[in-house]
């Protein structure tokens, strides 16, 4: 992988020379653990799998390890389901499609050889979704068909259920699991489920060699000015194109086919998983973040990366989650540098921005004092409570 941050930050180009000199390739071999009487727990929090009633590492969404380790069957009472034929966890799933192509693959590449693990073929394929409102996104259903998982061997769960053959395959692909973002990491078996991807979905055809892939059409309320971004790579030859308009073994076809492929970097940039090797990235940054999911993605792939500022981030709605945006991005003096255009602050779409960030940014900090103070009252009508019953002295 290449890397060149020459259009960014001192500070950003420092951190990401450290983030692009880690190696993200693990050489080990994976295995697939057999496991009986499993607990399966869908709820937020504790969503995963347990065993002996102790969460199983790595088994619940992105590694972010459940607010509660341990759990006891006996607090949900008696009358929990069983699934008492064999199964294959998939896990729990987040419709965000960024995390379909990384967290969601990752307990895949047993199927890649059906010789290899004959015991799974017979299994129901379980799993759950961070909403009970979500279903499977139709890309994932294909990238399963791709694989050759029949879609009609899923089973989702939506509360606890005891699984009583259950099968549980080493990641291929980590996620967070501790609190640096520097620890994901890929092995083998990641790059070819991705190489099985792209062959079995690519097409040969008229496709654009340098391609932008826009947010514009879906997200316009977290971000504003891309259109001007769109304006300035249309001029410099680039296609703009919308991923979610496109059939999804025509644009595995259009990105493995691109020279040249420009994304902001956030879940559109993952995409850059199906170009083909060795390809050039050009990753916009709407705001002073290395996303180490994308750092990874580059490494799987072997990209000539380039990193691009494009945004300022003037105030944040909620700094604990600042990747929830809302962002503005503008033709800024790093991007007319790599394109050789001119720079333009588009001061009507700053001031659109910035009206309805502080709007946002009260109503959390209202919320946020709201609820405090709610919860204040609660917890001092308990003292009260218990002082009258005679609880405490």
């Known amino acids: 992988m290449r890397c060149y941050a020459e259009h960014v930050t001192n500070s950003a180009a420092k951190r990401i020379a450290e983030l692009k000199s880690i190696n993200r390739l693990q050489c080990r071999s994976l295995t697939v653990r057999h496991l009986h009487n499993v607990m399966m727990l869908p709820k937020e929090g504790y969503a995963g799998l347990y065993e002996d009633g102790k969460a199983i590492d790595y088994s619940y969404f992105a590694c972010a390890a459940p607010m509660k380790d341990r759990f006891s069957s006996e607090a949900l009472g008696a009358g929990i389901p069983e699934i008492k034929e064999p199964v294959f966890f998939l896990g729990k799933f987040n419709v965000c499609w960024g995390h379909c192509i990384t967290d969601h693959l990752k307990f895949l590449w047993p199927f890649l050889d059906s010789q290899r693990h004959p015991e799974l073929q017979r299994c129901k394929l379980v799993y759950t979704m961070l909403s009970k409102a979500d279903k499977l996104p139709g890309n994932y259903l294909q990238i399963l068909k ?6 009609s061997r899923l089973q989702r769960v939506d509360r606890a259920t005891i699984l009583r053959d259950c099968y549980l395959a080493d990641e291929c692909f980590s996620t967070i699991k501790h609190e640096s973002e520097d620890e994901h990491y890929y092995t083998q078996d990641y790059d070819k489920i991705v190489e099985r ?3 079995s979905f690519s097409r040969e055809g008229a496709f654009p060699k340098k391609v932008y892939l826009t947010r514009k059409g879906w997200n316009a309320r977290r971000e504003y000015g891309e259109q001007f971004l769109e304006e300035a790579f249309k001029s410099s030859g680039y296609e703009i194109v919308h991923p979610e308009q496109l059939k999804f073994e025509t644009f595995v076809s259009m990105m493995n086919h ?3 492929v420009a994304a902001t970097e956030c879940s559109c940039s993952h995409n850059a998983l199906f170009m083909r090797k060795g390809a050039k990235l050009v990753l916009l940054r709407k705001y002073d973040r290395v996303n180490s999911y994308q750092m990874t993605i580059n490494q799987v792939r072997d990209l000539d990366v380039h990193y691009v500022d494009v945004g300022r981030p003037v105030m944040f709605v909620d700094n604990e989650n600042r ?3 809302p962002f503005f991005m503008y033709v800024t003096k790093q991007l007319a540098d790599f394109l ?3 720079s333009r602050f588009p001061i ?3 001031v659109r921005y910035m009206s309805v960030v502080v709007t946002l940014k009260c109503y959390h900090i209202g919320y946020s004092i709201c609820y405090h103070m709610y919860k204040r009252v609660v ?4 003292k009260i409570d218990r002082w009258e019953r005679g609880k405490v002295g």
Do not use: Y
């Open 146 to 151: 791709a694989l050759g998982i029949d879609a």
């Open 197 to 199: 991807i792209c062959k």
């Open 258 to 260: 691109a020279e040249v």
């Open 323 to 325: 990747s929830a945006g």
């Open 340 to 342: 050789g255009a001119k």
């Open 348 to 350: 009507s779409e700053f």
């Open 379 to 382: 917890v001092g009508w308990l």
